[in-house]
């Protein structure tokens, strides 16, 4: 007698504003990982069952769509995909909340993508936890749940009973994550070769871009992000900033970090990595032309730099995510 599969019941969340594209991708994605599972012949797996669920006129979630077919039992993991939109905020979702507090307390392992960890911490979730987001949402999650300890350069965290996952498209890493959790690392290259995504771990800061602030108020400051970003190649000095700002180097410090976030030189330098990223990514010029034509006179110092800003050396950066430079250049 052939014995009963074992069930992983996987709930996806559509609550309003939630990306379509995800929640199909991500059932497209576990459906195919059973497809590959079996073909492997792989035994004493368990099967991914995927269910939709969603918010109902009554103010009640309730399930929708689940394949393979059969009435799911408590799940084991819920996800709450990423939005195009605004973040949900909980006069909005309060019945959610409830929900997604319900099944964690059933012992459900709750993930989210993008500014669905807005609805996770709404709902009291990641509290004193580590948690990421999308890069451009990170410092509002971060302000909003200061109890959070949020990193935004991290794709994905896993966090046990909790999983988040960083920008729109980062559901594609949290898919590969729960098959490996719940089959196997070799199905988790399979599907990838199946997909044609990248396997290999990224990390948000490969992609999120340098936007400086500029609506802080502080007007001295402001003219000294202005010069900076026309003088910010060449070298520039504590005092010369100071001094353009017509405030004491004290004063300005102080100031500076208030109004951007960073001090001076950690400023700088992520000035310096945006335009060495456009040139890695754009033109042909050798690592040592780049280093000298963003402000470095020392290629090792600037790559040393690059690397610890970026998770990758100039060089590796290139051929990821050049259009047009060639290694050979390098």
């Avoid at 959610?96 to 392992?109: N, S, V, Y």
């Avoid at 400051?221 to 405030?247: D, E």
């Avoid at 951007?260 to 990223?277: D, E």
């Avoid at 690397?307 to 950066?317: E, H, I, N």
Wanted: aromatic share 8%; with cysteine; net charge positive.
């Amino acid at each position: 007698m052939t014995p009963l599969a074992r069930f992983i019941d996987i709930g996806i969340l559509a609550y309003p504003g939630a990306q379509v594209a995800s929640l199909h991708g991500l059932t497209d994605m576990f459906l195919t990982a059973n497809r590959l599972s079996a073909e492997q012949g792989l035994a004493g797996v368990p099967t991914l069952r995927v269910s939709h669920w969603a918010l109902g006129a009554d103010g009640q979630v309730t399930r929708g769509f689940t394949a393979p077919q059969a009435a799911p039992r408590s799940l084991d993991i819920l996800i709450l995909p990423p939005c195009l939109g605004d973040p949900i905020w909980a006069a909005q979702g309060a019945p959610l909340l409830r929900f997604l507090k319900g099944q964690h307390d059933k012992g459900t392992i709750l993930s989210s993508v993008c500014a669905g960890a807005f609805l996770l911490a709404e709902a009291g979730l990641l509290d004193g936890r580590p948690a990421t987001t999308h890069w451009s949402l990170a410092e509002k999650l971060q302000a909003r749940f200061p109890e959070i300890a949020v990193d935004g350069d991290k794709l994905l965290i896993e966090d046990g009973d909790i999983i988040t996952a960083g920008g729109v498209m980062a559901w594609v890493e949290l898919g590969l994550k729960i098959i490996e959790r719940f089959i196997s690392p070799a199905i988790v290259l399979s599907v990838a070769r199946f997909f044609l995504v990248d396997a290999a771990g990224r990390e948000q800061r490969f992609y999120s871009a340098f936007a400086p602030k500029l609506t802080h108020g502080d007007a001295a400051i402001l003219k000294v992000q202005h010069w900076l970003q026309r003088q910010g190649m060449t070298k520039v000095t504590l005092p010369q900033m100071a001094a353009k700002a017509k405030l004491g180097e004290r004063t300005f410090l102080r100031r500076f970090q208030k109004a951007t976030g960073f001090n001076p030189t950690r400023y700088l330098q992520l000035l310096r990595i945006a335009k060495a990223r456009e040139m890695l990514e754009l033109t042909n010029h050798k690592i040592e032309q780049i280093a000298w034509r963003v402000g470095y006179e020392d290629a090792g110092a600037f790559a040393k730099v690059f690397q610890a800003s970026m998770g990758l050396t100039p060089s590796d950066y290139r051929r990821r995510f050049s259009l047009g430079g060639k290694a050979a250049t390098e």
